[in-house]
């Protein structure tokens, strides 16, 4: 058997998965995940990727953070497995001893018989993964290690421990650039018979110091483009960053926890998840785009609160990293069993009124300042009909988190 066609043999042993990178020092609300587990299995994502690390981690706490999820993913069939956050973890013990503790539960991920464990890595870390920690596991292990990485060749190189990689979102690269890579990492998959799990996100955005300020060059291309891209490439897996990594924006989950004194308060992205399950049934089943039956269709909006270049009136932060390659537009994403009419209206503007096709459609419509309303129709049906917060002019901090309604 041509070494590309046993190479893709070997990665066919799997199916394909979603799951969905949960960070446990952000608790959700009383500490109970049961609500977390429920919305991620109506999502269609089979699996959290739990990040054991943080920041300002108290590591007997993470411990029994991880003991409590892991039995309610038990009573709730639902799976879990470890990554290891490695700007935080230096202990390689640790990770074996919590890799062969979980083992044996039925929460566990395994994948082709073994148990899934992964990382998220800025740099590679100190130990060697295949010596320090894999030979020391009690049980055949899958190991896809994060990385911030944007060679392709690299990433597969024998060099590199594992099972293939996990390479992050790169927030600084445009949608065409990401695509690229992506394009480079599915070629150097089928040739190496690695796997390779993707990563989608939506709009991340965090200010939290000047060492922290940063949006990202890809705007609305970053999440509904780029999930019908990685239809077309077919990777293993795809990992949505994150379910509730509040502080940068970039959650799927409920924000429950947020106040009202930070940029991620009160703004639900529950969209972000219908979404993901439309395209996840296509992934699943080998489709290269969306197939929406009637009882998932969905119009949805997405916007920012304020102009992505006007700094807040009580500002003390300098725009963040990126802001010039945000638009100041409404996005409506359609996922429609047949065609509608959309109608938006966006402030004091006249309203826009188009027929949507059957499928998925994106399209982008210049703001105005005020009230953000929507409504979809088919005849008499009503689909969507939304309003959202107002956008202003200035702000008093800057937000560059999206509603998404």
Known sequence: MPKRDMAMAKRATSTPLIFAHYMLVMQPKDGDYTEDINLAKEAGIEAFAVNYGGWNVDWTQQEGYLEKFYRTAETLNFHLFLSIDTTSVKDTGMIIDLSNKYSSSSAQLKVDGKVMLSSFQTDPPAWNWETDVIAKINSPVLFLPGSLSDDAVALFSDEIPGDGPFPWIHTSKTADQEHSLD????SQRDSSGKKWMAAVAPWFFTRLSSDKNWSQAQDDSIFVDRWLSLLSLKPDFIEIVTWNDWSESSYVGPAAQ???DVYWADLDHSPFRALSKAFGKAFKAGGETATVDEADEGVYMFYRLQPASKLGSSDTLPLPTDASNLKDDVFVVSLLSDAAEITLKSGDAAPVTWSAPA???KTSHTWSLGTQSLQAKRG????????GPAIVGQMDKYNGNVVAL
């Open 183 to 186: 394009v480079a990492l599915a």
């Open 258 to 260: 947020a106040t009202t």
């Open 359 to 361: 499928g998925v459609q």
């Open 380 to 387: 008499d049906k009503v689909i969507a009909d939304k309003t």
